[in-house]
Nanobody, 117 residues
Framework: QVQLVESGGGLVQPGESLRLSCADS????????MSWYRQAPEKERELVAT????????NYADSMKGRVTISRDNAKNTVYLQIDSLKSEDTAVYYC?????WGRGYWGQGAQVTVSS
């Protein structure tokens, strides 16, 4: 069974950087497409970035291009999201999502990121 656990969230100041991690305890990580989503207060969940199973194909939301980097380490069953130049509007709960080879989707519990001075 796939279990996703996000970490690395917290309170940061505007302009700082943050790296989120998502560890997958399942056995299908290396064949799963991994994504990061975020949900700000009173807003719908939105896609931030997606990385293919081998890491060769990456897509970013237009709103965050240039400030985010998604990467993965299949040996560690972990996907990362680096966010630079954080802004107050980046405040949200960030969710990790896995879509396995059979198209089944899984969500982590979310990591709160708060950007405030």
């Amino acid at each position: 069974q796939v279990q996703l656990v996000e970490s690395g969230g917290g309170l940061v100041q505007p302009g700082e950087s943050l790296r989120l991690s998502c560890a997958d305890s399942g056995f299908t990580f290396s064949t799963s497409v991994m994504s990061w989503y975020r949900q700000a207060p009173e807003k719908e969940r939105e896609l931030v970035a997606t990385i293919s199973s081998a890491g060769g194909k990456i897509n970013y939301a237009d709103s965050m291009k240039g400030r985010v980097t998604i990467s993965r380490d299949n040996a560690k069953n972990t996907v990362y999201l680096q966010i630079d130049s954080l802004k107050s509007e980046d405040t949200a709960v960030y969710y990790c999502n896995a879509k396995d080879f059979w198209g089944r989707g899984y969500w982590g519990q979310g990591a709160q990121v708060t950007v405030s001075s």
